[in-house]
């Protein structure tokens, strides 16, 4: 039987055997004990309304009922057999008619993984090495996405700054940066290096900041002029702002796209998704030993995360499920800025009603400087107080769910309110 130990108790024992005494993702003081439905609680035993819902996977909020019935049904058939099953081929079907990019995909077990590939694979269709990325985005830690994902030091475009040690120089001379919501940019690199771009690869909704009216079309337009691979990184965006992702609300289909978080019902599941032509190169048969792309995982379409992919899916195509979504987000937009403007702080919600987050700033931010740029400081004690009052959240972004209910929005209301008198003097 697991001791029962405070939160302090159980850091002790994390330093001793995790590096930094955490998993990396998250606070490392925080240990949560359970969820159910929008609420999470702490080894303290105290409770929260989660807007972190695991990163974005809980979008049903956690322990939804029929989504355990058919997980609870499967695990006594098996939980992974490094083979195909039935259920993985019936989520692939339901992805590829729900994504506007997607007539094939394949299955890896996390999003920064299928970022990985994607690169990789546009890499082995084009036969170009050069990889545009744009600064603040985040596609995982592979060494090209650790390239000017949360520079510190701003430095000229198109120069690449890596976050990480361990990452090779000849990687960074691949990398091209880029400022996001900056057609002129843009268009002047391509300019420049179009013809040794194999990828384009861009957060529809970086991070939080939505794309300006056309820029995504406009990055549709000038891969085509250059015959680049123009991937969409929607593990975050994939099912959540509409069934067909980002791509679908804004109208604008990539070559390729991956995909994470919601397709796997909170279980580690991912996937690559694109044109068949691209999607080839993963079959040796198809495009030869030399053009093909090796890929395999322990874990890749495991059955018990297909499964609970699949109920996930079922019950977001219901009536009304988006509308209900985004009508929470809009409320809890709405009752953070009720408190903000009480007190007469200046501040921009920016992002989707399904994904947004409070900058503290006058100006509207466009790109990751002007965010980092803002006032961060007035930020994390916003944000540490919304901790302190029952709202569990990332530092940087709001995730709401279908699991939210009166009860957490008068939770939230109080916490908004509590939070913006605490930074009113700041």
Request: negative net charge; glycine residues 10%.
């Given at each position: 039987?697991?001791?029962?130990?405070?939160?302090?108790?159980?850091?002790?024992?994390?330093k001793a055997v995790l590096p930094a005494g955490g998993f990396g993702n998250f606070d490392p003081s925080v240990f949560i004990k359970s969820g159910q439905g929008s609420r999470v609680w702490d080894e303290d035993g105290k409770e929260y309304v989660d807007l972190l819902i695991g990163s974005g996977p809980m979008l049903l909020g956690h322990g939804h009922p029929e989504?355990?019935?058919?997980?609870?049904?499967?695990?006594?058939?098996?939980?992974?057999?490094?083979?195909?099953?039935?259920?993985?081929?019936?989520?692939?079907?339901?992805?590829?008619r729900a994504v506007p990019c997607a007539e094939q995909i394949r299955y890896v077990s996390s999003g920064g993984e299928a970022d990985m590939y994607a690169i990789r694979l546009a890499r082995a269709f084009t036969g170009r090495d050069k990889i545009v990325k744009f600064e603040g985005g985040y596609h995982g830690m592979s060494a090209e996405a650790q390239m000017s994902l949360a520079p510190s030091r701003m430095v000229n475009f198109p120069q690449a700054v890596p976050d990480s040690a361990g990452i090779p120089e000849s990687v960074r001379a691949e990398m091209l940066i880029a400022p996001f919501n900056d057609p002129d940019y843009v268009r002047s690199l391509l300019a420049e290096h179009g013809d040794d771009v194999a990828a384009i690869i861009v957060e529809p909704l970086q991070r939080i900041i939505p794309p300006e009216p056309g820029f995504l079309q406009f990055l549709r337009e000038e891969a085509d002029k250059y015959g680049i691979v123009?991937?969409?990184?929607?593990?975050?965006?994939?099912?959540?702002?509409?069934?067909?992702?980002?791509?679908?609300?804004?109208?604008?289909?990539?070559?390729?796209?991956?995909?994470?978080?919601i397709i796997g019902g909170g279980f580690p599941l991912?996937?690559?998704?694109?044109?068949?032509?691209?999607?080839?190169?993963?079959?040796?048969?198809?495009?030869g030993a030399d053009k093909w792309l090796m890929q395999?995982?322990?874990?890749?379409?495991?059955?018990?995360?297909?499964i609970a992919g699949l109920k996930t899916m079922e019950i977001l195509r219901r009536d009304g499920a988006y509308d209900t979504l985004r009508a929470h987000g809009q409320r809890l937009m709405d009752l953070a800025s009720a408190a903000l403007d009480a007190q007469g702080i200046a501040y921009k919600i920016v992002g989707d009603k399904t994904l947004f987050e409070i900058v503290f700033t006058d100006t509207k931010p466009l790109n990751y400087r002007d965010v980092f740029t803002s006032k961060m400081d007035v930020g994390a004690k916003f944000n540490a107080v919304l901790m302190e009052n029952g709202l569990f959240k990332s530092p940087g972004k709001t995730y709401p769910c279908l699991a939210l209910t009166e009860q957490d929005f008068e939770l939230a209301e109080a916490a908004y309110e509590k939070a913006a008198a605490a930074i009113a003097d700041m």
């Amino acid at each position: 039987m697991k001791q029962i130990l405070s939160q302090a108790e159980w850091a002790e024992r994390a330093k001793a055997v995790l590096p930094a005494g955490g998993f990396g993702n998250f606070d490392p003081s925080v240990f949560i004990k359970s969820g159910q439905g929008s609420r999470v609680w702490d080894e303290d035993g105290k409770e929260y309304v989660d807007l972190l819902i695991g990163s974005g996977p809980m979008l049903l909020g956690h322990g939804h009922p029929e989504v355990l019935e058919a997980v609870a049904e499967q695990l006594p058939k098996g939980m992974t057999f490094f083979a195909n099953n039935a259920d993985g081929v019936e989520l692939a079907e339901e992805i590829c008619r729900a994504v506007p990019c997607a007539e094939q995909i394949r299955y890896v077990s996390s999003g920064g993984e299928a970022d990985m590939y994607a690169i990789r694979l546009a890499r082995a269709f084009t036969g170009r090495d050069k990889i545009v990325k744009f600064e603040g985005g985040y596609h995982g830690m592979s060494a090209e996405a650790q390239m000017s994902l949360a520079p510190s030091r701003m430095v000229n475009f198109p120069q690449a700054v890596p976050d990480s040690a361990g990452i090779p120089e000849s990687v960074r001379a691949e990398m091209l940066i880029a400022p996001f919501n900056d057609p002129d940019y843009v268009r002047s690199l391509l300019a420049e290096h179009g013809d040794d771009v194999a990828a384009i690869i861009v957060e529809p909704l970086q991070r939080i900041i939505p794309p300006e009216p056309g820029f995504l079309q406009f990055l549709r337009e000038e891969a085509d002029k250059y015959g680049i691979v123009l991937i969409f990184d929607e593990v975050v965006t994939g099912f959540r702002f509409a069934y067909g992702g980002a791509q679908e609300l804004y109208g604008v289909t990539p070559d390729i796209a991956t995909l994470g978080k919601i397709i796997g019902g909170g279980f580690p599941l991912a996937a690559i998704a694109g044109r068949a032509d691209i999607m080839a190169h993963f079959d040796k048969a198809a495009v030869g030993a030399d053009k093909w792309l090796m890929q395999l995982g322990t874990l890749s379409g495991n059955p018990v995360a297909a499964i609970a992919g699949l109920k996930t899916m079922e019950i977001l195509r219901r009536d009304g499920a988006y509308d209900t979504l985004r009508a929470h987000g809009q409320r809890l937009m709405d009752l953070a800025s009720a408190a903000l403007d009480a007190q007469g702080i200046a501040y921009k919600i920016v992002g989707d009603k399904t994904l947004f987050e409070i900058v503290f700033t006058d100006t509207k931010p466009l790109n990751y400087r002007d965010v980092f740029t803002s006032k961060m400081d007035v930020g994390a004690k916003f944000n540490a107080v919304l901790m302190e009052n029952g709202l569990f959240k990332s530092p940087g972004k709001t995730y709401p769910c279908l699991a939210l209910t009166e009860q957490d929005f008068e939770l939230a209301e109080a916490a908004y309110e509590k939070a913006a008198a605490a930074i009113a003097d700041m």
